[in-house]
């Protein structure tokens, strides 16, 4: 049995260090001088650029407009993280609620319909979206960014999971007390819900951090630039005898993995219990 624990921890430390060993080498690659991983490669060791780069990568201004931080960049990318997880939550909570209480006709034809909705991913859609958008002057606005993505299959598909395994005797009890149907929702589901709602929080908010192709399309002000695109943005210069600043992009990379990260580390206790739990 203690043999069987030493394989098992070897095995995971393994993992951790496939895992982790890429980022240490971003990390540590990031602090050296562009032109020299630009001659050398790939560094492993400590460059002693850390702070200039950070500080440059976070406060200095830059851009076709000569405008744009990675403060600004960073900002925009927590506006996008946050509206995409919220506005997925209310809209995919508010969607099973319908489906699992209120019982119209062609409930359950109703929720596969938007189930099917996950056979049709962003890439496949993104001309209408665009169209739509663009013909509603949403175009350069954080609403044109979040609003068009937060409705969520996946996240009905786990509310309305959710609110099935609630039992029917709290709704009965709601009823003899006089309460409505928001009532109801308000003080005895979303109550209830809060781990579930952590959960998906945190999926949407990584799948919302890390988005490039919609922010892409739908911003060519660089005030609605977020880190995503601001990699891509340090890694285009390359124009002449200029040589891309690989420590720059290398950083911003690091940091646009660091919130994402951080949100998992902390709340992942939630998370896990958001997706497994059974008991109410």
């Given amino acids: 049995m203690k043999r069987n624990a030493i394989y098992d921890h070897i095995v995971l430390i393994i993992g951790v260090l496939l895992m982790m060993g890429p980022l240490v080498v971003a990390f540590t690659t990031s602090t050296y001088d562009h032109v020299l991983i630009h001659k050398y490669g790939m560094q492993l060791g400590w460059g002693g650029k850390f702070l200039e780069t950070y500080e440059t990568v976070l406060t200095q201004q830059g851009g076709f407009t000569g405008e744009v931080t990675g403060w600004l960049m960073t900002e925009n990318s927590f506006i996008l993280g946050i509206g995409f997880a919220v506005g997925k939550i209310v809209i995919s909570m508010l969607a099973a609620y ?160 660091l919130p994402p990260a951080l949100v998992i580390v902390i709340f992942q206790r939630m998370f896990i219990k958001g997706l497994v739990e059974q008991e109410k």
């Fill in 98 to 257: 319908a489906i699992v209480y209120f019982r119209f006709p062609l409930a359950t034809v109703s929720f596969w319909i938007i189930f099917l909705t996950l056979l049709l991913p962003l890439e496949v859609r993104i001309l209408p979206s665009y169209e739509v958008v663009q013909q509603l002057g949403l175009l350069n606005t954080y609403t044109g960014l979040i609003l068009p993505l937060i409705a969520s299959a996946t996240g009905t598909f786990f509310f309305r999971q959710f609110f099935k395994s609630v039992p029917n005797e709290l709704l009965e009890a709601a009823r003899i007390d006089g309460a409505g149907p928001m009532q109801f929702f308000w003080d005895i589901l979303v109550p209830l819900s809060r781990t579930m709602m952590a959960a998906i929080f945190i999926i949407m908010f990584v799948v919302g951090w890390n988005q490039y192709l919609w922010p892409t399309l739908m911003t060519t002000d660089e005030r609605y630039f977020t880190l995503v695109r601001g990699i891509k943005q340090i890694m285009q210069i390359m124009i002449g005898a200029d040589i891309p600043k690989y420590n720059e992009a290398l950083a911003m990379a690091v940091l646009a993995m």
